[in-house]
C-alpha cells in the first residue's frame, strides 16, 4: 500500500488549542506528515534546526546559527514560515510526533481492539509497537536519526520550553502506551509502571540517538546489531523489565 493511500485512511489526533491529541481531518494528517522537501525555504529550515537543535540542544542553538546554517540571509525567513523560534520548535515537534503516531496506529489500535474484545495481550506487543518506529525513521528516513536526537536533546536537556511542548504533544500517546501495559502487566502498580516506562522510554531514545556509536563503549569494543536483531534486543530487555514485580 503506498504511503499516500495509507495517509488517506489514517485520522491524526490533535487539538487546536494545545496540540495535544483529537481527531482531525485527513487532509490536516496528510498535510502534517508530507515528505520533507530540501527544495523548499520552509522545509530547509525544518531540516537545518533539527540537526542544529539535535546536536547542540534548543537552548544551545540560536536563530542567526539556524538562518546561517540553512543558507538564509537573515531571520524574517523564520518568522513568516513559523511566526517565531517557539513556532518552529512547535513546527518540528509535530512533524517527527505525528510521523511516530502514523507509524505505530495500527498496532496500537489493533491492541486496544484486542483488549475490547476481552483477549489478553502481551508485553511483548506493547513494546514492540513502542520500539519499532525508532528503527523504521532510521531506515527510511534520511532526516531520522537527526529526529531521533532531537528528541533525546528535549528529553535530556534543561531547557524548559522544549521539554512542556514534547509534553503536551506526546501525552495522550503515552497514556495509550500506559493503558495497554496496564493490561498487559496486570501485576504492576501504577506508580511502578510509570517509572519503568520513564526509564524505558529515556533509554530506547538514547539507545537510537547514539546509534552510530554503539559499536564503541566504556566496556571495550562491541559488534552492533543488525536493525532486526536491535529491535528485538531491545524488546526483550523491556520483557524483563516490566516482568518483574519488585523494585
Known amino acids: 500500500m503506498s504511503t499516500r493511500l495509507q495517509l488517506r485512511i489514517v485520522n491524526r489526533v490533535r487539538t487546536n488549542k494545545n496540540k495535544c491529541m483529537t481527531k482531525t481531518t485527513n487532509s490536516e494528517l496528510i498535510d502534517a506528515i508530507r515528505p ?40 524574517s525567513a523564520i518568522h513568516y514560515h513559523f511566526g517565531s523560534r517557539t513556532g518552529l520548535i512547535k513546527a518540528l515537534i509535530n512533524y517527527v510526533q505525528d510521523w511516530f503516531d502514523f507509524e505505530r496506529e495500527a498496532q496500537l489500535r489493533a491492541l486496544e481492539r484486542t483488549i475490547d474484545d476481552g483477549r489478553d495481550i502481551s508485553i511483548a506487543q506493547v513494546l514492540t509497537a513502542f ?9 527510511r528516513e534520511p532526516w531520522g536519526l537527526e529526529a531521533i536526537r532531537f528528541i533525546a536533546m528535549i528529553e535530556f536537556d534543561e531547557d524548559k520550553e522544549g ?43 538514547y539507545a537510537y540517538s547514539s546509534i552510530r556509536h554503539s559499536g564503541t563503549a566504556y566496556y571495550g569494543e562491541n559488534e552492533d546489531l543488525k536493525p532486526s536483531e536491535r529491535t528485538d534486543f531491545y ?5 524483563r523489565l516490566f516482568s518483574d514485580g519488585d523494585d
Open 36 to 75: 520533507l522537501d530540501p527544495s523548499t525555504t520552509r522545509d530547509v529550515l525544518m531540516l537545518t534546526a533539527l540537526k542544529e537543535f539535535g546536536v547542540r540542544g534548543i537552548s544551545g542553538t540560536s536563530v542567526n546559527r539556524l538562518v546561517k546554517e540553512s543558507g538564509e540571509k537573515n531571520t
Open 235 to 239: 524488546v526483550r530487555s523491556g520483557i
Open 163 to 205: 521539554r512542556e511542548l514534547l509534553a503536551i504533544r506526546a501525552t495522550e500517546t503515552a497514556k495509550r502506551f500506559l493503558a495497554l501495559l496496564r493490561h498487559a502487566a496486570p501485576h504492576l502498580e501504577s506508580p511502578q509502571l510509570i517509572r519503568r516506562m520513564k526509564f524505558y522510554t529515556s533509554s530506547v531514545i
Open 131 to 139: 520500539v519499532q518506529p525508532y528503527q523504521a525513521v532510521l531506515e
